[in-house]
């Protein structure tokens, strides 16, 4: 099994910043593309940011100039650095994992979520 754990979520004052981490582990043979997503009361999941061979990055438009998407490969972590941040920035962001994991029977595609960490901004 493959599991995702966030970390860095909080309360912070409207203009501050956060930095969110995922740590994946278990049985990885290899991660085509790690996201970070996030979900307010009452609205759907919605894509943040995502980096893709751990190289080409993707931005939703509200967070282009404000929000950092990085991975360390080495450590299957990924990062999300979010400057500037506002009160429609409040949401539980969830980190997603897709490529291969090893079973016993060789390798099976990999989609999986983590547990989310809540981002509170203040005005």
């Known amino acids: 099994q493959v599991q995702l754990v966030e970390s860095g979520g909080g309360l912070v004052q409207a203009g501050g910043s956060l930095r969110l981490s995922c740590v994946a582990s278990?049985?990885?043979?290899?991660?085509?593309?790690m996201g970070w997503y996030r979900q307010a009361v009452g609205l759907q999941r919605d894509l943040v940011a995502e980096t893709i061979s751990g190289s080409s990055t993707n931005y939703a438009d509200s967070v282009k100039g404000r929000f950092t998407v990085s991975r360390d490969g080495a450590k299957n972590t990924m990062y999300l650095q979010m400057n500037s941040l506002k009160p429609e920035d409040t949401a539980v962001y969830y980190c997603h994992a897709a490529g291969m994991a090893v079973t016993t029977r060789g390798y099976t595609d990999l989609e999986v979520w983590g547990q989310g960490t809540l981002v509170n901004v203040s005005s």
């Open positions: 278990g049985s990885i043979f290899r991660i085509s593309a």
